[in-house]
């Protein structure tokens, strides 16, 4: 089985970076996609942003120009660098994973999430 760790938030003020990392565990090689996902208080869920293990990516309209998505050689560790950074991206940042469990069945994992506050 898979497990993804997220590390990287924090408290910052508007117009500051921060690089959140995703450093998955166990069976990397079934993994076909990473990504992030955000959530605040009292919305759903959404994407920020993910990349296929051949560097296709794909950004949420919210946070294009401003974050940038990478995956390592390994396949196993997915960075978000995050600049420009307003309030309205604060929530909690989840790394999530599609993992392949078959040729034609894949189901999706997460991690625990990282809390990102913007705020002066």
């Known amino acids: 089985q898979v497990r993804l760790v997220e590390s990287g938030g924090g408290l910052i003020q508007p117009g500051g970076s921060l690089r959140l990392s995703c450093v998955a565990s166990?069976?990397?090689?079934?993994?076909?996609?990473m990504g992030w996902y955000r959530q605040a208080p009292g919305k759903q869920r959404e994407l920020v942003a993910h990349?296929?293990?051949?560097?296709?990516?794909n950004y949420a309209d919210s946070v294009k120009g401003r974050f940038t998505i990478s995956i390592n050689n390994a396949k196993d560790t997915v960075d978000l660098q995050m600049n420009g950074l307003k309030p309205e991206d604060s929530g909690v940042y989840y790394c999530s994973a599609a993992v392949r469990r078959s040729s034609v069945d894949q189901y999706d994992i997460w991690g625990q999430g990282t809390q990102v506050t913007v705020s002066s």
């Open positions: 990349i296929s293990l051949r560097g296709i990516t």
């Open positions: 166990g069976n990397v090689l079934s993994i076909d996609i």
